[in-house]
T-cell receptor, first 113, second 108 residues
Framework: EAQVTQNPRYLITVTGKKLTVTCSQNMNHEYMSWYRQDPGLGLRQIYYSMNVEVTDKGDVPEGYKVSRKEKRNFPLILESPSPNQTSLYFC????????????FGQGTRLTVV | LAKTTQPISMDSYEGQEVNITCSHNNIATNDYITWYQQFPSQGPRFIIQGYKTKVTNEVASLFIPADRKSSTLSLPRVSLSDTAVYYCLVYNNNDMRFGAGTRLTVKP
């Protein structure tokens, strides 16, 4: 089954403790991206990657890092999480950077205390 | 980047046809119009995409007038399970920017 898989689905952590949210897709998609969703602010793009070893900042990249060492994986790294990064995170992938359908993961609900 | 405007919320009843209109006055030549559906605590799901005229799939229809400054998503005979937030996006090169969307509530 074609899908985008995020892990973990839920995470509670403490301020400053590094964490990684994994994202994997099995559709051989070139394009992957990360969003965060907050009440009243909608979905905002954090980072995106147009292909392996190619990443770029979205609208709200501060406090986040990403890597794209292989096509299927696009982890989101929070080096020193802070409470304002408490949010619902979504990973998405699409065939390429043109006008194609995007597939989203199930989401990761992160709470930083 | 073309900005979109759509109603914040809409109510409907089961079995009715629902039309959600999105305004995108400064749409660019290369932009496509795409609609996504999102249920609470789930990722958005692609519904339909079009460039001009009319597009229909098994889920919805998308009507785009000649000037492309607006578009209408049409959901035939909605059910309770169609209660969700619907997003209209206008973009190319996967520069997807989500607005607030339209919260559709289907009542029995």
């Amino acid at each position: 089954e074609a899908q985008v898989t995020q892990n973990p689905r839920y995470l509670i952590t403490v301020t400053g403790k590094k964490l990684t949210v994994t994202c994997s897709q099995n559709m051989n998609h070139e394009y992957m991206s990360w969003y965060r969703q907050d009440p009243g602010l909608g979905l905002r793009q954090i980072y995106y990657s147009m292909n392996v070893e190619v990443t770029d900042k979205g609208d709200v990249p501060e406090g986040y890092k990403v890597s794209r060492k292989e096509k299927r994986n696009f982890p989101l790294i929070l080096e020193s999480p802070s409470p304002n990064q408490t949010s619902l995170y979504f990973c998405a992938s699409s065939l390429n950077s043109l006008n194609t359908e995007a597939f989203f993961g199930q989401g990761t609900r992160l709470t930083v205390v | 980047l073309a900005k979109t405007t759509q109603p914040i919320s809409m109510d409907s009843y089961e079995g009715q046809e629902v039309n959600i209109t999105c305004s995108h006055n400064n749409i660019a030549t290369n932009d496509y119009i795409t609609w996504y559906q999102q249920f609470p605590s789930q990722g958005p799901r692609f519904i339909i995409q079009g460039y001009k005229t009319k597009v229909t799939n098994e889920v919805a229809s998308l009507f785009i007038p000649a000037d492309r400054k607006s578009s209408t998503l049409s959901l035939p005979r909605v059910s309770l399970s169609d209660t969700a937030v619907y997003y209209c996006l206008v973009y190319n090169n996967n520069d997807m920017r989500f607005g607030a969307g339209t919260r559709l509530t289907v009542k029995p």
